[in-house]
């Protein structure tokens, strides 16, 4: 067994209604965003909570990819969520697993952007909602050794996406923005939000008392500590 590696299962999964006053201004549960198309979209709830670099370090979501890959945020990103502890949609765990079928269908390890995990709604690049803040998109800059940077090779990586099921999205090469997949393959799964099943969806709105609701998640799936070895 390895030592300093921990599990999702262990973290503090929050309601971000129960969180103080700044962290609910950054997070803007439950609110309200317009993506590109003017589309509206409910920002996520229920957010995992990380207490440490060194548990972000050490939880890994599946055998390939360990948390804090997630959250490599730079000054773009709002003070306080550079801070521990910090926060990600619960959802994430779901992105994690769309990422270790992409990792198998190429091949290759595969490296997300800084920037390019979990981004709140109160990150600089946040002028729509992006899946980027539900958690479910990566921006994946390195293949292998393959650095994204051409048509050919997004393309390929793009396909490889597609192909893995309905629910993947990737942007095609030379997004619009500029941002999108000029230098990155993006994936992301749309607007998922998850509910961790230790939670009671009795409060539709904001509550009027600030008693903290915490659930830690059940252990149920089987042992992921085992850091795999010649991760290239
Ligand atoms: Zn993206």
Not at 25 to 30: D, E, N, R, T, W
Not at 73 to 102: G, H, M, S, T, W
Not at 216 to 228: L, Q
């Given at each position: 067994m390895s030592s300093a590696v921990t599990e999702a299962q262990g973290l503090k999964v929050v309601d971000a209604f129960d969180l103080d006053d700044e962290l609910r201004s950054i997070l803007k549960p439950g609110e309200m965003v317009r993506d590109s198309e003017g589309r509206r979209h409910r920002l996520p709830r229920y957010f995992y909570e990380i207490p440490s670099h060194e548990a972000a370090m050490s939880t890994r979501l599946t055998n390939h990819f360990a948390l804090n890959e997630f959250t490599l945020n730079d000054l773009k990103e709002a003070a306080r969520l550079r801070l521990y502890p910090r926060y990600v949609p619960c959802a994430i765990r779901l992105l994690a697993f769309y990422l270790e079928q992409f990792r198998a269908a190429c091949g290759a390890s595969v490296h997300i952007a800084v920037n390019g995990g979990y981004r709140s709604p109160s990150h600089k690049l946040a002028d729509h909602a992006?899946?980027?803040?539900?958690?479910?998109?990566?921006?994946?800059?390195?293949?292998?050794?393959?650095?994204?940077?051409?048509?050919?090779?997004?393309?390929?990586?793009?396909?490889?996406?597609?192909d893995l099921s309905e629910d993947v999205n990737v942007l095609p090469y030379g997004h619009v923005t500029g941002r999108d997949a000029d230098d990155h393959v993006h994936i992301d799964l749309g607007y998922v939000t998850l509910v961790p099943r230790e939670i009671s969806e009795d409060r539709m709105e904001q509550p009027q008392e600030n008693r903290p609701r915490f659930a830690f998640e059940e252990r149920r799936r089987k042992d992921r500590r085992t850091v795999p070895e010649n991760e290239e």
């Amino acid at each position: 067994m390895s030592s300093a590696v921990t599990e999702a299962q262990g973290l503090k999964v929050v309601d971000a209604f129960d969180l103080d006053d700044e962290l609910r201004s950054i997070l803007k549960p439950g609110e309200m965003v317009r993506d590109s198309e003017g589309r509206r979209h409910r920002l996520p709830r229920y957010f995992y909570e990380i207490p440490s670099h060194e548990a972000a370090m050490s939880t890994r979501l599946t055998n390939h990819f360990a948390l804090n890959e997630f959250t490599l945020n730079d000054l773009k990103e709002a003070a306080r969520l550079r801070l521990y502890p910090r926060y990600v949609p619960c959802a994430i765990r779901l992105l994690a697993f769309y990422l270790e079928q992409f990792r198998a269908a190429c091949g290759a390890s595969v490296h997300i952007a800084v920037n390019g995990g979990y981004r709140s709604p109160s990150h600089k690049l946040a002028d729509h909602a992006t899946p980027h803040m539900w958690g479910t998109a990566a921006d994946v800059y390195r293949i292998g050794s393959n650095i994204l940077k051409t048509k050919e090779a997004i393309d390929k990586y793009n396909e490889i996406a597609e192909d893995l099921s309905e629910d993947v999205n990737v942007l095609p090469y030379g997004h619009v923005t500029g941002r999108d997949a000029d230098d990155h393959v993006h994936i992301d799964l749309g607007y998922v939000t998850l509910v961790p099943r230790e939670i009671s969806e009795d409060r539709m709105e904001q509550p009027q008392e600030n008693r903290p609701r915490f659930a830690f998640e059940e252990r149920r799936r089987k042992d992921r500590r085992t850091v795999p070895e010649n991760e290239e």
